[in-house]
C-alpha cells in the first residue's frame, strides 16, 4: 500500500488550534475570497518538503489590493514585509485562499498563473525558504502546491496533517486515494466489521517507527501488522540476549545465541505474517540519535516509544514535536521482593502536539495532579520507570505485563487515526489489581517544549538541534553520544533529493 509518490511533494503538519483558527479565518465570508499566510518551518525529507505551521497572519480588509468572489490580490508592501521576515528569521511561507462557494477544491488558471509568477520571484530567497500555496474549498478539501528549485517547476503539496482528534491525514482534491483492494479485503474481513472500510483504509496507509524492540515494542509490532498498517520502522541498537526470550515477541533462541540484532529478528518475524506486497517492514538496528533515524522518525505518521531510557523518551518528545508527529509512549514496572511480584503496572500516553500533555508537561506535574492519583507504590515506580535518570538495571520483567501495555497503547493508536473511539491521553494499568483507569494529565500551556507560544512546537531541525546543544552545554552527562559500538553498520541515508545549488537559484 505504498503511496506511488515518486516526484518531490509537499506536505503540511499543522497543530490544531492553527487548523480552526485557519478555517474560521478563511470561511467567516461566504461572498468573497479570503487570504491569509501561514508562516512555517521547513524540513526536508527524501523527496518530500515538509511545512510545519508555526503561526496565523490574517489580513486587514487594508492589506487587500483587490478582492472579490473570483479574485484575491494582496497589498504588495505586506507580502514583502512577511518574505522579508523569513528571509531574516529562516522561515518559510505558505499563502492559504479560499473558494468559499463550493467543496473539492481547485486552483484556477489564474491562480496557476499568478502562483507561478510568485515562485519564481521567490527563488532569490535563500535556503532554508520555501515557498508554496493552498487554496481551500467551504469543506476544507484542498489543492496544494510549492517551488521546487531544482528542477524549477511547481510540485504538488499533497496532504495536510492536521494534529487533532481524530488525528487526521487529509489529501488533496487532485491525488487519487487508492482504495483498499479486495485481496486485503479479505484478509482483514473480520476487521473491517469493527472498524469499517474507511478505518482499513486509513490503518493501511499509515506509516508508524516504533522505537524499542524489546518485550513492549515487539508486542506492539505484532500487533500492528495484524491490523494491517501500511509501514512499519523498527529502531534499536540491541542484539537478543537469552534473558530476551522470556518476552520478545517472535525471537527465537539460536538467534539470541547468535545475537542478532532485535529489529532484524523482529522483521523477519513480521515479514512471515503479511505478503511482503502489502506493506514494508524496515529493521534499522542503530541507536535512535543517529541521523538515519531522526530522518524516519521526522517522515513517520506515528512514533511509537517503547523504551526504557528517560534520555531516549524525552529525546522522542522532543522530536514529536518539533516534528509536529504523534507519539505514544509506554513503560511497564514490576516490583518484586525475593521473588515475589508485589506490585506491576505499567501507563500508556497519547502525546499529540499542541494538544495533549508532552512527556515534560507530566514531568512538570510529577509531584502534582498525576501522582496525586496514584498510589504510593504507583507513584514511586512510575518515577522509577521513567521520569527520573539513572543507570539501567536488570528489572523484573513479565511477558503477560508487557502485552496488556503494548495492546492499550495499539488501541489508543486506533482511536487516535480512525477516530473510532475518544483518545484517553493517559492510560494507568495496574497489573495486580487488573484495572485500567484514565490519569488526569493535563497539557501545560506554559510548557518550554511545546507550550502555546515561544516553544518549541513545530520548530523542526533547529528546534531540536537547538535544544540538544543547550542541554549539552548545560549538564554533558545529559545526553550521552549514540551507542554505536552495540550496532551494525549504519545502513545508507535517506535518498536525498539533488543538492539545491544556490548557484541556480540566482541572485
Ligand atoms: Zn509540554
Known amino acids: 500500500m505504498e503511496e506511488p ?19 474560521h479565518t478563511l470561511l467567516t465570508e461566504r461572498e468573497r475570497e479570503t487570504k491569509c499566510f501561514l508562516v512555517c518551518q521547513s524540513l526536508e525529507m527524501g523527496d518530500s518538503t515538509v511545512f510545519l505551521v508555526r503561526e496565523l497572519v490574517p489580513l486587514r480588509e487594508e492589506d487587500y489590493e483587490e478582492r472579490s468572489s473570483a479574485r484575491v490580490v494582496t497589498r504588495p508592501e505586506f507580502v514583502h514585509a512577511l518574505l522579508q521576515r523569513c528571509a531574516n528569521e529562516g522561515l ?18 489564474v491562480d496557476h498563473r499568478s502562483d507561478l509568477q510568485k515562485f519564481q520571484t521567490t527563488e532569490v530567497i535563500p535556503p532554508p525558504f520555501r515557498h508554496g500555496t493552498l487554496v481551500f474549498g467551504s469543506d476544507m478539501s484542498f489543492e496544494g502546491h510549492l517551488w521546487d528549485y531544482t ?20 489529501y488533496a482534491t487532485n491525488f487519487a486515494m487508492p482504495s483498499l483492494e479486495s485481496a486485503l479485503r479479505t484478509l482483514y474481513d473480520r476487521q473491517v466489521r469493527a472498524l469499517g472500510d474507511q478505518g482499513q483504509t486509513i490503518l493501511s496507509r499509515l506509516s508508524v517507527a516504533i522505537v524499542g524492540a524489546g518485550g513492549m515494542g515487539s508486542q506492539a509490532a505484532m500487533a500492528l501488522t495484524h491490523l494491517g498498517v501500511g509501514h512499519l520502522t523498527l529502531i534499536d541498537p540491541d542484539r537478543l540476549e537469552m534473558s530476551n526470550l522470556n518476552r520478545v515477541v517472535g525471537a527465537l533462541w539460536f538467534q539470541a545465541e547468535r545475537r542478532q540484532p532485535k529489529v532484524e529478528a523482529l522483521a523477519r518475524h513480521l515479514n512471515r505474517v503479511r505478503p511482503p506486497s502489502d506493506w514494508g517492514v524496515e529493521p534499522l538496528p542503530i541507536d535512535v540519535r543517529e541521523p538515519l533515524a531522526l530522518a524516519h522518525l521526522l517522515s513517520a505518521d506515528v512514533i511509537v516509544g517503547a523504551v526504557d531510557s528517560a534520555v531516549v523518551r524525552h529525546y522522542l518528545n522532543l ?14 514496572g514490576v516490583r518484586a521482593e525475593g521473588g515475589q511480584l508485589r506490585e506491576g503496572g505499567g501507563q500508556v500516553q497519547v502525546i ?10 507530566v514531568g512538570h506535574l510529577v509531584k502534582q495532579s498525576v501522582q496525586e492519583q496514584l498510589t504510593p507504590q504507583q507513584r514511586a515506580m512510575s518515577v522509577a520507570r521513567g521520569y527520573i535518570q539513572g543507570e539501567p538495571v536488570a528489572n523484573p520483567q513479565v511477558v503477560f505485563l508487557n502485552g496488556v501495555v503494548a495492546n492499550l497503547l495499539v488501541w489508543e493508536l486506533v482511536k487516535l487515526c480512525t477516530g473510532c473511539h475518544a483518545v484517553q491521553p493517559y492510560v494507568y494499568y495496574n497489573l495486580l489489581e487488573q484495572k485500567a483507569f484514565p490519569v488526569d494529565a493535563p497539557r501545560n500551556p506554559d510548557c518550554f517544549v511545546c507550550g502555546d507560544s515561544n516553544s518549541l512546537l513545530g520548530m523542526g531541525l ?15 552527562a545529559r545526553i550521552p553520544p549514540p551507542r554505536s559500538s552495540k550496532a551494525e553498520p549504519t545502513t545508507p541515508a535517506l535518498p536525498k533529493k539533488k543538492k539545491r545549488g544556490r548557484a541556480r537559484r540566482g541572485k
Do not use: M
Not at 151 to 170: A, M, T
Not at 319 to 329: E, F, I, M, R, S
Open 5 to 23: 509518490l515518486t516526484h518531490e511533494y509537499g506536505e503540511v503538519r499543522i497543530p490544531f488550534r492553527l487548523w480552526e483558527a485557519l478555517y
Open 92 to 109: 518559510s511561507l505558505l499563502e492559504a485562499h479560499s473558494h468559499p462557494w463550493g467543496g473539492n477544491a481547485r486552483f484556477s488558471q
Open 151 to 170: 528542477n524549477r517547476e511547481v510540485v504538488p503539496i499533497v496532504r495536510i496533517k492536521v494534529l487533532g482528534e481524530p488525528y487526521q491525514i487529509r
Open 319 to 332: 522530536v514529536a514535536v518539533c516534528g509536529l508527529v504523534p507519539y505514544l509512549d509506554a513503560g511497564v
Open 352 to 361: 499529540l502536539p499542541g494538544e495533549t500533555a508532552c512527556l515534560t508537561c
Open 462 to 476: 533547529v528546534g531540536i538541534e537547538g535544544y540538544q546543544r543547550r542541554a549539552e552545554k548545560s549538564a554533558p
